[in-house]
C-alpha cells in the first residue's frame, strides 16, 4: 500500500509499502553502509552491517531486506546499532588473511599502481601501463632510471625468489611508449583562466608543473641553470641519466604548454613579490638542496678540495678538473659519493678511494650503486673519516681517524666514535667531500617560511606554507631525498594549489585507505608460497665493467620485450 507513514531517525517520511528500509534511508539521505547489497541482486542480508534497530522488534534487522509497514519507527545510529555492525564486520575479516593493498604500492613514495601497471605490461599493453604510472609519477623515463626501488624491499615475491622487477619494468614501459610515433599524453582539462608559477625545474618542480598543466592551469617554470632538470641533469651522472632521455621527458611536460625560462634566479632576477604584482595566482618552490654539506675540519677550503654536488655539476656542465693520472678520495656514503667516484673513475683517475665513517651496512647508497662502484676497481675503505687537511705541493695531505660505531643515533645507525690515537695520513690530488646536501634558501625573500636547517617549513602531506600564495615540496623542504620523494611532493602541491584556487579550500591531509595487510615481510612464514616455482628474474642487460669505465655512456641498456613480458 502506498503512502504509509513512518518515523526515521526521529523524521517523519512518507514512503511505499514494496520499499525496503534501506531503500527509504537512501532517498531521504540518511547513510546506512552496506557490503552484500547490490541493487542488481535479490536482497540477501547475510553480511549484516546494514543493521538498523526498529522499534518493538525483538532484535535489530537487516535494512537491505526488510520492507516498510505503517508506523514504523526506525534508528539507524544508535550505539548498539553501530557496536553491532562493527561485531559483524570483526566476525567477517575475523579470519581474512590477505593484502587489501599492494605493499610495494604503499612502500612507494608516490603510492603508484604498481601491481595494475605491471599487469598491463604482462598484458602487452605497455601504453596503458605508462598512462596508469602517470596518474602519480609523470617521469617514468628518468625515474625507472634513478629511483632506488624502495617498493621491491617488500614484494610478496621476495619470499620465492627474488622481488619483482618494478622498477625495471617501470623503465620498460616509459622506454617502449617513448618510441612510438604517437606516445601517451594526457587529456588536458580547458582553460582555468589562472597562472602559476614554478620555481626550480628538478623532479618536484617538473611533477607540479605537470599536473596543473593537465588541469588547465598556465605554468611558468622559472629555472636559475641554463638548462632545466634541476638535481637530475646537475647532479646525476649521464651513465645512469643521459641528458637526452631527460630532455626527451622535459620536452613531454612542455608539450602541455608548459613554459621553462632559463638563466632565471630567485632573488637576483626577480622575487616571489614580483611574481604575484606580474598576476601569478599562486607559486610553487621546488628549488632542491645543492649545497654541499661542510665537514667543519680545517683546511677544507683548500683549492684541492670540492663538494660532490660541484664537482658532478662541472662535469655536467663540460667544464671538468683535471684528474686524468690522479689520486682522487671521496668522503661520504651516499649515492652522491658513489656518483662522484664512479665519475672520477670515468675522467682518468688512476686511484678512487672513498672514506666511510661507518660500516657498509649502514651506507645509505644504493646496493646496486655500491656493487657496481666495486665492480669497477673504486676502493672502500670504513670506519674511518678526514678530521685536516693540509697543503702538500700538488697533493693534500688528508689526516684521517678510524672510528668505531656506538650506540645509536636519530637516523637509527649506530654513531661512528673516533678511536683514540688512530690519526693516519694520506695523499691525495683531490678529496671530494659528499656527506650531504642543505638548501640555499635564505634568499626566497621570505624569512619566516625558512627553518632552523635552511629548509622551507611546508606540510609534507599537501606541499602548504603559512603563505597561502606559496606552495612548496622536494628536497628543499625534506632535505636531500630521492627524486621520487621530490615527484609525489610536486604532485602533492598541485593537487593543493587546484583545490584552493577553485574553491577556496586548504588541502587537508589525505584520507588514508583502509588497509586489511599479511603484515611485514620478515613475519610471512615461506611455506605460504611453497607451491610457486623459484626462478631467477631477468637480468638488466648492462655494459661490461671494461666497456663502462673509460666513458660516461649509459650502463644499463633496458629490458626486451621479451625479458619484459617473462
Known amino acids: 500500500m502506498p503512502g504509509i507513514q513512518i518515523t526515521l531517525n526521529g523524521k517523519k517520511v512518507t514512503a511505499d509499502s514494496e520499499e525496503t528500509i534501506l531503500e527509504v534511508a537512501r532517498r531521504e539521505h540518511v547513510f546506512i553502509p552496506t557490503l552484500c547489497h547490490d541493487e542488481r541482486l535479490e536482497p540477501f542480508g547475510s553480511c549484516r552491517v546494514c543493521l538498523v534497530k526498529v522499534k518493538g522488534a525483538k532484535s535489530l534487522v537487516p535494512s537491505c531486506t526488510t520492507k516498510v509497514t505503517g508506523g514504523m519507527e526506525i534508528h539507524t545510529e544508535d550505539p548498539d546499532v553501530i557496536e553491532a555492525r562493527k561485531l559483524s564486520l570483526s566476525l567477517l575479516i575475523s579470519d581474512h588473511f590477505g593484502d587489501c593493498v599492494a605493499p610495494c604500492s604503499l612502500e612507494c613514495p608516490a603510492h603508484i599502481d604498481i601491481q595494475g601497471y605491471i599487469a598491463l605490461i604482462g598484458a602487452g599493453k605497455f601504453s596503458e601501463a605508462v598512462k596508469l604510472i602517470k596518474e602519480k609519477n609523470p617521469m617514468p623515463l628518468t625515474i625507472g632510471r634513478v629511483c632506488p626501488h624502495p617498493c621491491e624491499s617488500v614484494c610478496r615475491r621476495n619470499k620465492v625468489d627474488e622481488p619483482i622487477a618494478i622498477n625495471n619494468l617501470k623503465r620498460f614501459a616509459a622506454d617502449y611508449d617513448s618510441m612510438q610515433e604517437n606516445h601517451w599524453v594526457p587529456e588536458i582539462a580547458p582553460a582555468k583562466g589562472k597562472r602559476i608559477a614554478v620555481i626550480g625545474s628538478g623532479p618536484a618542480g617538473l611533477s607540479c ?95 684541492r678540495v670540492i663538494g660532490g654536488i660541484e664537482f658532478l655539476h662541472a662535469h655536467a656542465t663540460a667544464t671538468p678538473m683535471d684528474i686524468k693520472g690522479k689520486t682522487v678520495i671521496v668522503t661520504g656514503g651516499g649515492n652522491t659519493a658513489m656518483d662522484a667516484a664512479r665519475t672520477a673513475l670515468r675522467l682518468g683517475a688512476s686511484m678512487v678511494t672513498v672514506l666511510y665513517r661507518r660500516t657498509r651496512k649502514e651506507m645509505p647508497a644504493n646496493e646496486a650503486e655500491i656493487g657496481e662502484a666495486e665492480e669497477e676497481g673504486i ?36 654513531r661512528p666514535v673516533p678511536i683514540e690515537g688512530s690519526n693516519h695520513r694520506r695523499k691525495a690530488h683531490l678529496l671530494i667531500t659528499a656527506i650531504g646536501q642543505r638548501t640555499d634558501a635564505f634568499d626566497i625573500g621570505v624569512p619566516e617560511l625558512i627553518s632552523a636547517r635552511d629548509n622551507i617549513q611546508a606540510n609534507l602531506d599537501t606541499g602548504i606554507t603559512s603563505d597561502r600564495y606559496i606552495y612548496a615540496g622536494g628536497d628543499c623542504v625534506t632535505g636531500a631525498a630521492t627524486a621520487i620523494e621530490a615527484v609525489a611532493a610536486g604532485r602533492k602541491a598541485a593537487v593543493s594549489i587546484d583545490l584552493y584556487l577553485t574553491t577556496g579550500v586548504w588541502r587537508e591531509k589525505d584520507t588514508e585507505e583502509f588497509n586489511m595487510t599479511k603484515g611485514p615481510l620478515n613475519s610471512i612464514p615461506e611455506t605460504l608460497f611453497e607451491m610457486y616455482p623459484k626462478e631467477k628474474r631477468a637480468a638488466m642487460p648492462a655494459l661490461r665493467v671494461e666497456e663502462r669505465i673509460h666513458d660516461c655512456r649509459e650502463i644499463e641498456l633496458g629490458l626486451t620485450e621479451t625479458e619484459a613480458l617473462r
Open 209 to 303: 608543473s605537470y599536473y596543473l598543466a593537465v588541469k588547465g592551469y598556465d605554468v611558468t617554470v622559472f629555472e636559475k641553470h641554463p638548462r632545466p632538470g634541476g638535481m637530475l641533469r646537475y647532479g646525476i651522472p649521464e651513465y645512469r641519466l643521459p641528458a637526452e632521455i631527460l630532455d626527451r621527458e622535459i620536452g613531454y611536460i612542455k608539450e602541455l604548454g608548459v613554459t621553462i625560462q632559463c638563466g632565471e634566479e630567485l632573488g637576483r632576477n626577480y622575487t616571489i613579490e614580483d611574481l604575484k604584482n606580474s598576476g601569478y595566482d599562486a607559486v610553487f618552490l621546488g628549488i632542491g638542496a645543492q649545497k654541499t654539506i661542510n665537514l667543519k675540519i680545517e683546511g677544507e677550503k683548500h683549492s
Open 379 to 414: 676502493l672502500f675503505e670504513y670506519l674511518a673519516a678526514p678530521i685536516r687537511i693540509e697543503d702538500a705541493g700538488d697533493m693534500i695531505d688528508v689526516e684521517c681517524i678510524r672510528m668505531q660505531l656506538g650506540l645509536p643515533d636519530s637516523s637509527g645507525r649506530r
